[in-house]
């Protein structure tokens, strides 16, 4: 390797010209803001003049500014809009060294409804999209906001219109999270809604909301509590269970063992957040050490940096976790010890 006299990289210098079918404010952004977003993200300079991009500066980065370029143009090519957090995300797994292309994780294409698209937005995400292709139960854990559930839905629209599957199931524990079911109002039906409305609202952003009552009272869409399950056999079925780490190891097995011929199950989770009684121990801790080695089974872990909603929901998610370790390391001493110790 050569180098300066101070031990320093020699600069480097490369140039991108953008095919003349692009438009540069669609790789730039409106007012350049995308391209003051990169140049804050490296030390190397990067000029702008027509359609061509002139970067130098230390070899790495400059090497590294001229990969993010390539993957954003390579983007436009597949007819996606440029955004902030598609430039973030591109360039966070272009550090990371991943195998896969920042491009071919953004592209992939899932869903489309009602004008929008919905595709994965982290690397981790695509894995877990592939793995839901691949297995027959999935277990995707990990903290609120990486898509773990809205992912898994529209897996489940996308098979259903391709006929790979004859119904979609969702279901939750209705486990209350500090209420109690008894003192809502109305029949168990009506007490149970309010548990399930988040599928609900995922389901009418994917499918015409005017179609869903037809699809609900034929069947083919059904969304329960999860003790509405037991005794049954589904087959032909994508099954979803949401909220999984509020399910005891009992409820667990139950529901693992509904799978019917020609379905599929995703089972969803935090298990950080879990709402049942003290003492009662998490279905979705348990099975990860039953069902760790069984083959066609997988498990996707999902952590803060696939959160997908406000960047404070990472930063949440991180301090509570810092928090929680330690809280762990402090040690209180048995009551009966402290008596002892006062006399």
């Known amino acids: 390797m050569v180098t300066t006299g101070d031990g320093r990289q020699p600069a480097a210098t490369t140039r991108i010209v953008v095919p003349g079918a692009h438009n540069m404010v669609g ?3 409106s007012s350049d803001e995308l391209l003051r977003l990169i140049e804050r993200a490296f030390t190397c300079d990067i000029h702008v003049r027509g359609n061509e991009i002139t970067i130098s500066g230390e070899p790495v980065e400059v090497e590294m500014a001229s990969r993010l370029f390539e993957e954003l143009i390579t983007l436009l090519e597949r007819g996606d809009v440029l955004t902030a957090d598609s430039v973030t ?5 272009l550090r990371a060294q991943t195998e896969e292309r920042p491009a071919d994780v953004l592209s992939l294409n899932i869903l489309s409804s009602r004008g929008r698209t919905i595709r994965p937005k982290t690397l981790n995400q695509k894995r877990y999209v592939d793995a839901i292709d691949q ?3 999935i277990f995707a854990i990990g903290p609120a906001g990486t898509g773990k559930t809205y992912l898994a839905m529209a897996k489940a629209v996308q098979a259903l219109q391709a006929k790979q599957v004859n119904r979609i199931i969702l279901t939750r524990p209705a486990v209350e ?3 109690r079911l008894g003192f809502l109002p109305g029949t168990l039906n009506e007490k149970i809604d309010p548990y399930l409305r988040p599928l609900y609202d995922a389901l009418h952003d994917m499918i015409d909301p005017d179609s869903i009552p037809r699809l609900m009272a034929s069947g083919t869409i059904e969304v329960a ?8 056999s589904l087959n032909d079925a994508f099954v979803i269970l949401d909220e999984a780490q509020n399910t005891s190891p009992e409820q667990m097995k139950m529901f693992l063992t509904r799978l019917g011929f020609g379905s599929k199950m995703v ?17 979705l801790r348990v099975v990860q050490e039953i069902l760790g080695e069984i083959e066609d089974v997988h498990f996707t872990r999902l952590t803060s940096s696939d959160v997908v909603r ?34």
């Open 310 to 343: 406000h960047r404070l929901v990472s930063e949440i998610v991180d301090a509570y976790a810092k928090y929680d370790a330690t809280q762990s390391n402090v040690v209180e001493r048995p009551a009966n010890s402290r008596r002892r110790a006062g006399r």
């Open 267 to 283: 089972v969803t989770g935090d298990v950080t957040q879990v709402d049942l009684p003290a003492g009662t121990k998490s279905g």
């Open 177 to 179: 999270a500090g209420e």
């Open 225 to 232: 509590a999860l003790g509405y399950l037991r005794g049954r």
């Open 135 to 137: 297995h027959t139960i």
């Open 27 to 29: 790789l730039l952004g």
């Open 89 to 93: 995300r591109s360039l966070a797994m």
